[in-house]
């Protein structure tokens, strides 16, 4: 069989884009002659896989897959595959990238996978993940929009260049409209919450020599809250209570810190508070503590953001002649995003504890106020929000000279965005409720106060609530930017077993980015709330060239090298990458693949440029462990899992990360209605940058200052490594009144030290049968097994096994299926998801898998309309519960989200265009 140039293009993904050509697990069913593989691209094709595969595997989602599926948003699809058994913040995390949405194959986390939009690199998202790293952020992509979305799992930086670790994600936008059509979609939530609208428009065609399509998105998404969901509306439903009443939030609370206990308002006072948080406040009692005013109610942080978003798109090809083409794709989006963590709170922050003297009654004291809706103007002024611009541009020039083809290309793309958080200003908040200071304790060094304690009791109007805080903004923006030129020849010579095929590709580009944060968040002048800046650039050059070489009749080799240069902070880095490629057909429906390959990632922007922000951490004193309860283990000290606020920033010494890559399986395809797949994989990365860890910074320092390790081994306290740990953890007097000598703070930074392996197995089977009268079915299955995954922080430490680690929570194998009927007009699927298990919150063992459905049926009312509905997650199966989990929302919020059963409701027509 003749291989075409865009046979080639499926082993060597040339031009730094996926194939045009590629196998594909679609609905769609179509005759089609092996040899035609020149010009159409074989979307659910009947020719056998083994025939079309390439030496990776690569999976192929098109628009009407995720229409089956009943997939909503572009983070639904990419969470649907069975590879992405990683950990993701989803909306609920109100972390520090609420609004956003990531891609995590294989769990090393979202910025070990290369997202491509139209082949191109994505601007990243401004905010850093954990604050810590920059990542792309998918939510903007136009789901109606997308004509497929391509996944290959596994290192590929040989062909890609950084980040292609774990993967790469191509979306792939339409790029020809055959009329006007217009999409309308509506859907809600069983339990209220979440109404959304989706209307898609888009238009184009062929005028003379230039193709074109244009199209408009808009999409509006309400609200789900907390209190709105019945598993976790309460406090009470912890299913560590076993019946029991939990303790309540303390929404006004005061007590001595010097004791712990709690000073007691009364029943009459909570009384007449009842009326806040809907009525919930009431007199409460914490064991060991006292009584206060608080509520097992009060939950308003959202689960699903209100969202507001629209898009346009535009693709532009002119055919200057039979051999040149110049081509231009631009996409604008503007969306406006609001969520919330739930209400904000106040405490004294003129000490490290909170704590004050009460001059009226010689005390320590402290105070704590949690603001309510009816306090602060309803559930709207609770929540923050973002305002985000995207811009994305694409242009060039591409054709064929002879045997030749080449595309010579500008990307440009950018973010920008404005996130603000109404903070409670520490100042103004200390003054409202504490009053003018007396002075300072000379006893005691802390503050004197003689506070109107009716004024904690008392409900705050808004504009009293509005005038001790205020809007803290983020202004943050992205860009990238490159230069490509890419050459392919799939005829460059004849060997004995045919044609010798190459690509080559140079590409020169920049990105950078900046963070500019309040200077008051840094300063420290809100109460409980942190944050980071940073801003920086770096420039880029690449040069790769790629074969594909017949060493026998049914034997081809796939060589790959490229060499990547990154210049940043003054300094230089300069990485080659290689990757090797084999496909064996030894029967015409048996290919037996495997690849090697090399990979890479240079230290991302916040990494090196972040500037020093706050964060709070849970860490063990292991010198006052050590000195003042030496004969307790760590785990009934009193000083473990203390609360401390510390510090991080960005380190411009960092290296690249590193990384080498296995697979090798095998694609059979007996006959045309059936294939399988299995495949091995091995992903190794080593100088992962990582945060130094904080709990080994603390067991340097108790070292040192004791003076040996808990080995007895002498350390000197002077030397480097200790003046070092010494410096990073700062210590409260010995003398102070409240806290003696326990952690102030902890600062820490990232380093290049980690090493990781993840292996396991990826395996998916396609059945299709076709019957005279009952309509045609599909079967699918889709498996992935995590079968080794290790972590390793510093040379020569033993490494720890994160796959069965029950502290960690990405899964360990993750199944999809699908059943699909077609009978005539009438469409429909049912799709299944099943998660691996994950462990218990306690660490004494593991709690099981659980599953997913959803139900879609699509029905064709004429040639040019068509009806679609969708019901998701048929069973309203809530979040997977941990019975050992005693913490809110008591379910493992980075695996799992609280919607339940959504509907969706289609309707779409095409006007004009050529008949079907």
């Known amino acids: 069989m003749r291989r075409s140039r865009l046979y080639l293009a499926t082993t060597l993904f040339c031009c730094g884009a996926f194939p045009a050509v590629h196998a594909q697990q679609s609905d769609n069913s179509a005759a089609t002659d092996e040899n035609a593989l020149e010009e159409i691209v074989v979307t659910g094709s009947r020719i056998p896989r083994a025939t079309i595969e ?72 401004p905010l850093a993940y954990n604050a810590q790293s920059n990542f792309t952020d998918i939510a903007n992509i136009p789901t109606s929009m997308i004509e497929r979305i391509e996944v290959l799992t596994g290192s590929a930086s040989a062909i890609y260049g950084s980040d292609a670790v774990s993967g790469v994600i191509n979306f792939i936008l339409k790029k020809k409209a055959d009329g006007t059509s217009l999409n309308y979609r509506m859907g809600d939530t069983d339990e209220g919450g979440g109404f959304s609208q989706r209307l898609q428009v888009s238009t184009g065609g062929s005028i003379g020599e230039l193709d074109t399509l244009f199209g408009l998105e808009v999409y509006k998404q309400d609200p789900i809250f907390q209190y709105q969901r019945s598993f976790q509306d309460s406090l009470n439903d912890n299913p560590a209570l076993n019946g029991g009443r939990a303790i309540a939030s303390r929404t006004f609370l005061r007590w001595n810190p010097a004791t712990l206990q709690y000073i007691d308002p009364g029943q009459e006072t909570c009384s007449t508070l009842s009326h806040l948080n809907r009525g919930t406040v009431d007199y409460s009692f914490r064991p060991g503590r006292g009584w206060y005013c608080g509520s097992t109610e009060a ?78 103007g309803g559930l709207n002024a609770i929540l923050d929000y973002n305002r985000d611009n995207t811009r994305s541009l694409n242009t060039g020039i591409e054709g064929n000279i002879g045997n030749w083809h080449y595309d010579a290309g500008y990307s440009h793309s950018s973010f920008q965005m404005v996130q603000a958080h109404r903070a409670i200003v520490s100042e103004a908040a200390d003054k409202f409720f504490l009053g003018e200071s007396l002075g300072v304790d000379e006893e005691t060094g802390y503050d004197l106060f003689s506070p109107d304690i009716s004024r904690l009791y008392k409900p705050l109007t808004r504009a009293e609530y509005e005038s001790i805080s205020r809007f803290t903004p983020i202004n943050a923006k992205t860009r990238s930017e490159s230069f490509n030129f890419s050459i392919d020849n799939g005829e460059l010579f004849s060997l004995p077993a045919g044609d010798v095929g190459m690509a080559a590709v140079a590409e020169y580009g920049s990105q950078s980015y900046a963070m500019d944060i309040d200077p008051d968040v840094i300063a420290g002048r809100y ?139 095998f694609v059979w395809s007996p006959v045309p209605e059936f294939d399988i797949s299995v495949d091995y994989y091995d992903i190794r990365l080593d100088d ?57 703070g902890a600062n820490t930074y990232p380093i290049n030290a980690a090493a990781l392996r993840n292996s396991g197995i990826d395996a998916s089977l ?9 309509g045609d079915f599909r079967f699918r299955l889709n498996y992935t097994g995590v079968l080794k995954y290790t972590y390793r922080q510093f040379p020569g430490e033993a490494d720890r096994n994160i796959r069965d680690d029950l502290g960690y929570d990405n899964l360990r194998s993750r199944v999809s299926g699908s059943v699909s009927w077609n009978y005539g007009a009438l469409t429909t699927t049912l799709f299944g998801q099943r998660y691996g298990s994950l462990p218990k919150s306690d660490q004494s063992g593991r709690y099981g898998p659980s599953m997913t459905y959803n139900l879609s049926a699509e029905y064709r009312v ?44 289609e309707f779409a027509y095409r006007f004009g265009g050529s008949a079907r």
């Open 299 to 376: 939950l308003y942080g959202t689960v699903q953001n209100e969202r507001e978003n629209a898009v346009g798109y535009a693709t532009l090809t002119y055919h200057i002649n039979d051999d040149m083409r110049a081509y231009l794709d631009f996409q604008a989006a503007h969306t406006r995003t609001k969520f919330g963590g739930g209400p904000n709170f106040w405490g004294y922050t003129g000490s490290s504890d909170n704590a004050y003297i009460n001059a009226d009654t010689g005390e320590f004291e402290a105070l704590q106020r949690i603001f309510t809706p009816e306090e602060v």
């Open 688 to 744: 992962a940058i990582t945060d130094r860890d904080l709990d080994e910074i603390l067991r340097t320092e108790a070292d040192c200052r004791i003076g040996r390790t808990e080995g007895g081994a002498a350390i000197d306290i002077n030397s480097p490594t200790c003046q070092q740990a010494l410096a990073l953890i700062q210590r409260i007097s010995d003398t102070a009144p409240v806290n003696p000598g326990q952690i102030g």
């Open 527 to 665: 109460f409980g709330w942190t944050g980071t800046g940073g801003s920086g650039s770096r420039s880029h050059y690449a040069v790769g060239t790629e074969f594909r070489v017949p060493l026998l009749s049914n034997l081809n080799l796939t060589p790959a090298v490229r060499y990547d240069s990154y210049s940043f902070a003054g300094n230089s880095t300069g990485k080659p990458t290689y990757a090797l490629g084999l496909e064996w057909r030894p029967l015409e429906s048996l290919l037996v693949r495997g690849s090697a390959a090399t990979s890479f990632r240079a230290p991302d922007l916040h990494y090196v440029f972040a500037g020093p922000s706050g964060a709070y951490y849970s860490l063990t004193d292991y010198y006052l462990c050590r000195t003042r309860q030496p004969d307790r283990p760590y785990s009934a000290c009193d000083y473990d899992g203390i609360s401390v606020k510390g510090t991080r920033a960005g380190n411009r010494s960092l290296d690249d990360e590193t990384g080498k890559s296995f697979t090798y399986g």
């Open 54 to 125: 390439g030496p990776s595997p690569v999976t192929v989602i098109t628009a009407d897959d995720i229409r089956a599926k009943g997939l909503g948003s572009v983070y639904d699809v990419v969470r649907s595959l069975t590879q992405s058994t990683g950990s993701v913040q989803t909306q609920q995390f109100q972390g520090f990238t609420p609004g956003a949405a990531q891609v995590d194959l294989r769990g090393l986390g979202p910025s070990y996978t290369l997202v491509l939009l139209n082949g191109r690199r994505m601007a990243d998202f």
């Open 766 to 774: 396609n059945y299709r049968l076709e019957t005279a009268n009952s």
């Open 862 to 905: 004429t040639e040019n309309a068509r009806i679609s509905a969708a019901i998701n997650n048929i069973r309203n199966t809530p979040p997977h519960r941990d019975s050992t989990n005693s913490v809110y929302p008591y379910y493992d919020q980075f695996q799992f989200d609280p919607i339940g059963r959504q509907y969706y409701l």
